[in-house]
C-alpha cells in the first residue's frame, strides 16, 4: 500500500472514534438519564458508571452489529475509502448538531444516513442493500414501540407485586435496583452502538486489503471503538441529559428501574442477532411508556414532538451532508 493510500485510511480511522466518541457524548442520556434523573448517582459518578459498561459489553455479547453494519447496507465492491469519510462526515456534523441544541437522536440512523447519501452520488441506487437497509429500518421504527411496550409491562408487574409494600421501602429497593439496570442498559448500549463505528473501521481495512481473505472485526478496533465511545459517555451531552432525564418525564427510581431494564432487554435481543437498533428510540420508548402508566399528561409531549422530529429529520439530514462531503471532495480531486 503506498503512503498516499495509508495515510488516507488513518485518517477516516480516527474520523471514526471521533464520530465514536460524539456517539457517546449524545447517547450518554440515554445511559444515565433516569439514574440521574431520579438522584439515585450524581452526575460525575453516572457517567463514569456507565462508561465502564460500555467499554465492557463488546468483550461480552460479541460483534454481531458490527458485521452487519460492514456488510450489510452498501455492496461491499462498490465501497471506497473516501465514500466511507463522506459518509462519516455526514453523520459526524448532525450528531454533533443535535448534541449541541439537546436533542437526542438516534446515532445509528446518522450513520446510515450518511452511508446511504454518499453511497448515491457514488454509485447510484444499485450500490445499496436494500433489504439489508429495510431489515434496519424495520426495527429502528420498532424500537420504540418495543420500548413503550416493555416499559408499561414490568410497571405494571411491579405495581402488582409491590401493592402492599409501603412507598418509601419500594423507593429504597429500587434504589438499589437502578444501580443494576443501569449498568445492564450501558451493557446493551455498548453492545449496540459501538460497534457501528468497529463496523465502519473494518470494512475500510477490508477494502483496503489488510484483512485478508475474509472480513471480520480485529481485537484493536473493538478496543478502541469501545474507548471511544466510553469516553464520550464519560464527557456527556448535558443538555441531551437534561431532555431525556427532565424534560421528557418526571421517574422516581422504580419508574427508572423499568425503563432501563426494558432499554436493556430490547437493545441485547436485538444485538445478539445481529441487528442494529437505535438506543435513543428504545430508551426514549421506554421512559414515555413508563411515564404513561402513572397518567398521560405525566409525559411532556410537546418535548416528545420535538425528539420526534429530530428523528424523522435524521437520515435525510445525515445523506444530504454525506453526499455534499463526497461532491466536494470530488471537485478537490480526493476521489
Same mark, same amino acid.
Given at each position: 500500500?503506498?503512503?498516499?493510500?495509508?495515510?488516507?485510511?488513518?485518517?477516516?480511522?480516527?474520523?471514526?472514534?471521533?464520530?465514536?466518541?460524539?456517539?457517546?457524548?449524545?447517547?450518554?442520556?440515554?445511559?444515565?438519564?433516569?439514574?440521574?434523573?431520579?438522584?439515585?448517582?450524581?452526575?460525575?459518578?453516572?457517567?463514569?458508571?456507565?462508561?465502564?459498561?460500555?467499554?465492557?459489553?463488546?468483550?461480552?455479547?460479541?460483534?454481531?452489529?458490527?458485521?452487519?453494519?460492514?456488510?450489510?447496507?452498501?455492496?461491499? %465492491?462498490? +465501497?471506497?475509502?473516501?465514500? =466511507? /469519510?463522506?459518509?462519516? $462526515? !455526514? *453523520?459526524?456534523?448532525?450528531?454533533? &448538531?443535535?448534541?449541541?441544541?439537546?436533542?437526542?437522536?438516534?446515532?445509528?440512523?446518522?450513520?446510515?444516513?450518511?452511508?446511504?447519501?454518499?453511497?448515491?452520488?457514488?454509485?447510484?441506487?444499485?450500490?445499496?442493500?436494500?433489504?439489508?437497509? %429495510?431489515? +434496519?429500518?424495520?426495527?429502528? =421504527? /420498532?424500537?420504540?414501540? $418495543? !420500548? *413503550?411496550?416493555?416499559?408499561?409491562? &414490568?410497571?405494571?408487574?411491579?405495581?402488582?407485586?409491590?401493592?402492599?409494600?409501603?412507598?418509601?421501602?419500594?423507593?429504597?429497593?429500587?434504589?438499589?435496583?437502578?444501580?443494576?439496570?443501569?449498568?445492564?442498559?450501558?451493557?446493551?448500549?455498548?453492545?449496540?452502538?459501538?460497534?457501528?463505528?468497529?463496523?465502519?473501521?473494518?470494512?475500510?481495512?477490508?477494502?483496503?486489503?489488510? &484483512?485478508?481473505?475474509?472480513?471480520?472485526?480485529?481485537?484493536?478496533?473493538?478496543?478502541?471503538?469501545?474507548?471511544?465511545?466510553?469516553?464520550?459517555?464519560?464527557?456527556?451531552?448535558?443538555?441531551?441529559?437534561?431532555?431525556?432525564?427532565?424534560?421528557?418525564?418526571?421517574?422516581?427510581?422504580?419508574?427508572?428501574?423499568?425503563?432501563?431494564?426494558?432499554?436493556?432487554?430490547?437493545?441485547?435481543?436485538?444485538?445478539?442477532?445481529?441487528?442494529?437498533?437505535?438506543?435513543?428510540?428504545?430508551?426514549?420508548?421506554?421512559?414515555?411508556?413508563?411515564?404513561?402508566?402513572?397518567?398521560?399528561?405525566?409525559?411532556?409531549?410537546?418535548?416528545?414532538?420535538?425528539?420526534?422530529?429530530?428523528?424523522?429529520?435524521?437520515?435525510?439530514?445525515?445523506?444530504?451532508?454525506?453526499?455534499?462531503?463526497?461532491?466536494?471532495?470530488?471537485?478537490?480531486?480526493?476521489?
Amino acid at each position: 500500500m503506498d503512503p498516499g493510500h495509508l495515510s488516507l485510511v488513518v485518517v477516516i480511522v480516527l474520523f471514526a472514534l471521533l464520530f465514536d466518541f460524539l456517539n457517546g457524548m449524545n447517547d450518554a442520556a440515554n445511559a444515565i438519564a433516569t439514574v440521574v434523573s431520579t438522584r439515585v448517582l450524581p452526575p460525575q459518578l453516572a457517567v463514569g458508571w456507565a462508561s465502564f459498561f460500555n467499554f465492557l459489553a463488546v468483550f461480552i455479547f460479541g460483534v454481531h452489529v458490527a458485521t452487519t453494519i460492514g456488510k450489510g447496507i452498501v455492496d461491499p %465492491a462498490q +465501497v471506497s475509502e473516501p465514500m =466511507v /469519510l463522506a459518509a462519516l $462526515i !455526514g *453523520a459526524t456534523v448532525w450528531t454533533y &448538531l443535535c448534541t449541541e441544541f439537546g436533542l437526542p437522536i438516534s446515532v445509528s440512523h446518522a450513520l446510515i444516513g450518511g452511508l446511504v447519501g454518499a453511497a448515491l452520488v457514488k454509485a447510484g441506487p444499485q450500490s445499496l442493500i436494500v433489504e439489508g437497509i %429495510a431489515w +434496519v429500518t424495520l426495527f429502528i =421504527v /420498532l424500537s420504540p414501540v $418495543i !420500548g *413503550a411496550f416493555l416499559g408499561v409491562f &414490568l410497571m405494571w408487574a411491579v405495581f402488582w407485586l409491590f401493592r402492599k409494600w409501603p412507598v418509601s421501602r419500594v423507593d429504597n429497593v429500587f434504589r438499589v435496583g437502578q444501580l443494576l439496570s443501569s449498568a445492564t442498559f450501558s451493557l446493551g448500549h455498548g453492545t449496540n452502538d459501538a460497534q457501528k463505528t468497529m463496523g465502519i473501521i473494518s470494512l475500510v481495512l477490508f477494502k483496503a486489503g489488510l &484483512l485478508g481473505e475474509s472480513f471480520y472485526v480485529p481485537v484493536w478496533v473493538i478496543v478502541s471503538a469501545g474507548a471511544a465511545i466510553g469516553l464520550g459517555t464519560l464527557v456527556g451531552g448535558w443538555r441531551v441529559v437534561r431532555t431525556m432525564g427532565m424534560r421528557l418525564t418526571k421517574l422516581k427510581p422504580v419508574g427508572g428501574f423499568c425503563a432501563e431494564t426494558a432499554g436493556a432487554a430490547a437493545l441485547i435481543g436485538t444485538a445478539m442477532a445481529g441487528i442494529p437498533v437505535s438506543t435513543t428510540h428504545t430508551i426514549a420508548g421506554a421512559i414515555v411508556g413508563v411515564g404513561s402508566t402513572v397518567r398521560l399528561s405525566a409525559v411532556r409531549w410537546g418535548v416528545a414532538g420535538q425528539i420526534v422530529w429530530a428523528w424523522v429529520l435524521t437520515i435525510p439530514a445525515s445523506a444530504l451532508v454525506g453526499a455534499g462531503a463526497w461532491e466536494i471532495m470530488e471537485l478537490l480531486g480526493l476521489v
